[in-house]
């Protein structure tokens, strides 16, 4: 059974730093697209960053600039990176994974979170003002 696991998320002051963490136990990125997601209180999931099952990566305008998202293959994980976060970077982050779509990171980024079959059980990322 394929699992996701988020770690690295905590309070912060605005302009902090967080790194975030997903290792996927039976499962290799390149069988499909991965994903960072991220929800907040009342509003729907968006996606933060897709990872490609050819090793392309591709951030949302709202974090580009201020995150990055990295990938140590030889773990199994993923890491996103945020700097300078600001409160509306407050939300529970997922990784998800979305086996069989063999696209690059921009396709993963835009693809509808219905798509992804397997999800962690999340991290919660607060940012104070």
């Known amino acids: 059974q394929v699992q996701l696991m988020e770690s690295g998320g905590g309070a912060v002051q605005s302009g902090g730093s967080l790194r975030l963490s997903c290792v996927a136990l039976?499962?290799?990125?390149?069988?499909?697209?991965m994903g960072w997601f991220r929800q907040a209180p009342g509003k729907e999931r968006e996606g933060v960053a897709g990872?490609?099952?050819?090793?392309?990566?591709s951030l949302a305008d709202s974090v580009k600039g201020r995150f990055t998202f990295s990938v140590d293959n030889a773990n199994n994980t993923l890491f996103l990176q945020g700097n300078n976060l600001k409160p509306e970077d407050t939300a529970m982050y997922y990784c998800?994974?979305?086996?069989?779509?063999?696209?690059?990171?921009?396709?993963?980024?835009?693809?509808?979170?219905?798509?992804?079959?397997?999800w962690g059980q999340g991290t919660q990322v607060t940012v104070s003002s």
């Open positions: 990872l490609g099952s050819d090793g392309t990566i």
């Open positions: 998800a994974a979305a086996p069989a779509f063999y696209k690059d990171g921009a396709f993963c980024l835009r693809l509808h979170p219905n798509e992804y079959n397997y």
């Open positions: 039976r499962y290799t990125f390149t069988r499909g697209c």
